[in-house]
């Protein structure tokens, strides 16, 4: 198979991401709204993804899994053919919110090293986890290798749910499914 982390090749965070921003803009369409029960259901799923701070690729998988499960083989059909968006390139948080710049620096590679690094610092899990490891390793604040690394590492462990399309459209489906009181 082809290796490496590209658009193209699976990535458990990203599939999980899509079929959210699909199902939300099914639910949405004229007539296509899911049924009250399939929502009952639907909506723990939602809910515990809306908290997750922290998700590893195995955990996004099972919960693309929990929600396909649920679905219809109609409505699976009909998510396959939707097209998403395509997102703006060149924007301030660049294509996907949190983009890795290219290694070994292109002209304003430090520069937007630094600017994904004060993005990833703006979210309470990636702020804790940095904190604690400057207060386990003091000389940390200082190593750019060590902090390249952290938050190269942490990229791969946040939920595609902190921020942007993917958490506007499960805030969007989830507003949608809640059961007035």
Not at 74 to 81: G, K, P, S, V
Not at 93 to 114: I, K, L, T
Request: hydrophobic content about 35%; glycine content about 14%.
């Amino acid at each position: 198979g082809m290796g490496g982390g590209g658009m193209g090749g699976p990535n458990p965070h990203r599939d999980l991401g899509q079929l959210v921003r699909k199902l939300a803009l099914h639910a949405s369409g004229e007539g296509n709204g899911l049924p009250p029960e399939q929502g009952a259901k639907l909506l723990p799923v939602l809910q515990t993804l809306a908290t997750a701070e922290g998700m590893t690729a195995e955990e996004a998988e099972v919960k693309k899994a929990e929600i396909e499960a649920l679905l219809t083989p109609e409505q699976t059909a009909a998510l396959a053919a939707l097209e998403l968006p395509r997102p703006q390139r060149g924007g301030p948080g660049g294509p996907g919110g949190m983009a890795a710049p290219p290694e070994g620096g292109a002209p304003g590679g430090e520069d937007r090293r630094a600017a994904m690094r004060a993005r990833m610092l703006e979210t309470p899990y990636v702020k804790k986890l940095y904190d604690e490891k400057v207060a386990a390793d003091p000389g940390f604040a200082a190593d750019e290798e060590k902090q390249s690394e952290f938050f190269r590492s942490l990229r791969g462990q946040l939920s595609p749910f902190l921020s942007g399309p993917n958490q506007e459209a499960l805030q969007q489906l989830a507003s949608s499914l809640a059961i007035p009181q």
